[in-house]
């Protein structure tokens, strides 16, 4: 008998294809054309016994889940889980980006959700599962499989989740030692449903900048008994064998369908062989009844996206990402003007958080806002040193390498995962970066008010609140340090903004410098 798991994580609420950024786009990925590649391959597939998981990170990070979190109806917000109920799932793991709304929320939609959710490292002060239990047992064809939920314990960064009173995270192999060799006698094969990556490749390197975040080849080097592993957290593509352990990690936004297939012993149920592999949704056409559920939650999401906010004068938009990053843009500098007006400092510090932004459009819509600026984060102004400032723009610093005299970006911001999030941009302050000197010797002009910093100066700076809590590797910036917060996301922050003031000015000082360019 065969039995194949179709898996997909970190969809980031990308139902429809498309990102957003232009109007009727047709992008290779979205939970309907997901939906469609694994219906097909069950009709394909007849004889095959079929489990479909979800591996989290489904409440957040498109315009749709934005809305929907803050502004649908109850008509659309169930219309919005609706949609991922049709896929089809049977099992689902919590994945971290699920707190960013709260965890009323969060509740709201996995009791609306018709897939068993597991977790055994969320748990309460006692120790307890704290949102769901550790795993499942789903017995087809006769055998029993286990799947066993872990998450990954860098949750602990997000804001929502250090909220909350009764909330602990467990360490990943703490929660296997506890749960696997109970669960490993109650079934035939056993699954590690794990949103979270892996921090070594198979010959053991180390491949990750963020020590502790993901424990993949940590589990399957020191648990018995895991017959498969379902990865996500990094939007890795991998489909392969780890401690001969067949892995996957299907990519992000539903762009590929992870797969692994036992063929088991009909005499002792025993695995005889198993495959893993990534089954891309490119080629799928988007499953109409999930369209059509959606629709209407998509006709208001595109009414809201296109209502015009205010008209600007000159240019707040760029064609170049890279380029933005090495050269202040006139949009960088508005938004970081906005974050000091909100939060009533001069100094302040973002990111140009990925690709697809191109900054605002005239008229500013909320369309440019959300495609710009997809997290739903918050502000905090943090009381720092001079020494402190340094020391984080060594950090930021990190992002750029050199290769035959030019600036490019460091492939550890690239892979495992694409982290442009953690490189930040002052404003407030002047500054200049030179990437030919060695790491942590980068900044050779820091300047407040045309005077050099000292260390022992006293600062405040607005940042968003998981870079103020150290989030990104930034370790100067700590909780402790922050003297005020905002509870408005920054998306909001900007749209208040631009209902103040209906023409914006599009200006740049040109305060730092990225040498060699």
């Given at each position: 008998?065969?039995?194949?798991?179709?898996?997909?994580?970190?969809?980031?609420?990308?139902?429809?294809?498309?990102?957003?950024?232009?109007?009727?786009?047709?992008k290779?990925?979205?939970?309907?054309?997901?939906?469609?590649?694994?219906?097909?391959?069950?009709?394909?597939?007849?004889?095959?016994?079929?489990?479909v998981?979800?591996?989290?990170?489904?409440?957040?990070?498109?315009p749709?889940?934005?809305?929907?979190?803050?502004?649908?109806?109850?008509?659309?917000?169930?219309?919005?889980?609706?949609?991922?109920?049709?896929?089809?799932?049977?099992?689902?793991?919590?994945?971290?980006?699920?707190?960013?709304?709260?965890?009323?929320?969060?509740?709201?939609?996995?009791?609306?959700?018709?897939?068993?959710?597991?977790?055994?490292?969320?748990?309460?002060?006692?120790?307890?599962?704290?949102?769901?239990?550790?795993?499942t047992?789903?017995?087809?064809?006769?055998?029993?499989?286990?799947?066993?939920?872990?998450?990954?314990?860098?949750?602990?960064?997000?804001?929502?989740?250090?909220?909350?009173?009764?909330?602990?995270?467990?360490?990943?192999?703490?929660?296997?030692?506890?749960?696997?060799p109970?669960?490993?006698?109650?079934?035939?094969?056993?699954?590690?449903?794990?949103?979270?990556?892996?921090?070594?490749?198979?010959?053991?390197?180390?491949?990750?900048?963020?020590?502790?975040?993901?424990?993949?080849?940590?589990?399957?080097?020191?648990?018995?008994?895991?017959?498969?592993?379902?990865?996500?957290?990094?939007?890795?593509?991998?489909?392969?064998?780890?401690?001969?352990?067949?892995?996957?990690?299907?990519?992000?936004?539903?762009?590929?369908?992870?797969?692994?297939?036992?063929?088991?012993?009909?005499?002792?149920?025993?695995?005889k062989?198993?495959?893993?592999?990534?089954?891309?949704?490119?080629?799928?056409?988007?499953?109409?009844?999930?369209?059509?559920?959606?629709?209407?939650?998509?006709?208001?999401?595109?009414?809201?996206?296109?209502?015009?906010?205010?008209?600007?004068?000159?240019?707040?938009?760029?064609?170049?990402?890279?380029?933005?990053?090495?050269?202040?843009?006139?949009?960088?500098?508005?938004?970081?003007?906005?974050?000091?007006?909100?939060?009533?400092?001069?100094?302040?510090?973002?990111?140009?958080?990925?690709?697809?932004?191109?900054?605002f459009?005239?008229?500013?819509?909320?369309?440019?806002i959300?495609?710009?600026y997809?997290?739903?984060?918050?502000?905090?102004?943090?009381?720092?040193?001079?020494?402190?400032?340094?020391?984080?723009?060594?950090?930021?610093?990190?992002?750029?390498?050199?290769?035959?005299?030019?600036?490019?970006?460091?492939?550890?911001?690239?892979?495992?995962?694409?982290?442009?999030?953690?490189?930040?941009?002052?404003?407030?302050?002047?500054?200049t970066?030179?990437?030919?000197?060695?790491?942590?010797?980068?900044?050779?002009?820091?300047?407040?008010?045309?005077?050099?910093?000292?260390?022992?100066?006293?600062?405040?700076?607005?940042?968003?609140?998981?870079?103020?809590?150290?989030?990104?590797?930034?370790?100067?910036?700590?909780?402790?340090?922050?003297?005020?917060?905002s509870?408005?996301?920054?998306?909001?922050?900007?749209?208040?903004?631009?209902?103040?003031?209906?023409?914006?000015?599009?200006?740049?000082?040109?305060?730092?410098?990225?040498?060699?360019?």
């Amino acid at each position: 008998m065969k039995i194949t798991l179709l898996a997909t994580s970190d969809t980031h609420g990308f139902i429809e294809p498309t990102n957003y950024v232009d109007c009727g786009s047709d992008k290779p990925f979205g939970i309907e054309k997901a939906s469609s590649t694994i219906k097909n391959y069950i009709k394909k597939h007849p004889d095959e016994k079929v489990i479909v998981i979800d591996n989290g990170d489904f409440l957040e990070g498109s315009p749709m889940a934005y809305f929907v979190a803050k502004l649908a109806n109850d008509e659309d917000r169930q219309a919005f889980i609706n949609a991922y109920n049709e896929v089809g799932y049977s099992v689902g793991s919590i994945g971290n980006h699920e707190f960013d709304y709260g965890l009323d929320y969060l509740t709201l939609m996995m009791e609306h959700s018709d897939r068993q959710f597991i977790c055994a490292n969320i748990i309460d002060h006692n120790n307890n599962p704290f949102l769901a239990d550790p795993y499942t047992i789903i017995e087809i064809g006769g055998v029993k499989v286990g799947f066993f939920g872990l998450t990954t314990t860098s949750t602990k960064k997000w804001k929502n989740v250090n909220d909350l009173n009764d909330f602990n995270l467990e360490s990943e192999l703490d929660a296997c030692n506890r749960y696997i060799p109970e669960l490993r006698k109650k079934v035939d094969i056993l699954v590690v449903v794990y949103h979270g990556g892996f921090e070594r490749d198979h010959t053991g390197n180390w491949n990750d900048i963020n020590p502790g975040e993901n424990r993949g080849y940590d589990i399957l080097k020191n648990i018995k008994g895991i017959d498969a592993l379902i990865s996500g957290h990094q939007h890795r593509k991998i489909a392969s064998r780890l401690f001969n352990v067949p892995i996957i990690q299907p990519g992000s936004r539903g762009e590929f369908v992870g797969k692994i297939s036992f063929e088991t012993s009909n005499q002792d149920k025993s695995i005889k062989r198993n495959t893993s592999e990534l089954i891309s949704v490119s080629n799928s056409e988007p499953d109409q009844e999930i369209a059509k559920t959606i629709r209407p939650l998509a006709d208001h999401l595109q009414d809201w996206l296109d209502r015009p906010l205010s008209t600007i004068k000159g240019n707040l938009t760029f064609d170049d990402p890279f380029k933005a990053r090495i050269e202040e843009s006139a949009f960088i500098e508005f938004i970081q003007k906005i974050q000091m007006d909100k939060m009533g400092t001069d100094i302040s510090a973002t990111a140009l958080y990925n690709n697809e932004a191109h900054g605002f459009e005239s008229p500013i819509t909320m369309r440019n806002i959300i495609t710009n600026y997809v997290y739903p984060n918050t502000l905090a102004v943090s009381k720092i040193s001079g020494a402190d400032l340094k020391a984080a723009l060594e950090v930021t610093a990190k992002y750029f390498d050199v290769k035959h005299g030019q600036v490019i970006v460091n492939e550890q911001f690239m892979f495992p995962k694409e982290r442009f999030y953690n490189y930040d941009m002052y404003e407030g302050i002047d500054y200049t970066l030179d990437i030919s000197k060695p790491v942590g010797q980068r900044v050779t002009r820091l300047k407040y008010h045309d005077k050099d910093i000292r260390d022992d100066q006293t600062l405040y700076i607005t940042l968003n609140r998981y870079r103020a809590s150290g989030g990104g590797h930034y370790p100067m910036y700590t909780p402790d340090k922050i003297v005020r917060s905002s509870d408005m996301t920054i998306s909001q922050v900007i749209m208040a903004y631009l209902q103040k003031h209906p023409v914006i000015e599009a200006t740049n000082n040109h305060n730092f410098n990225i040498i060699p360019k």
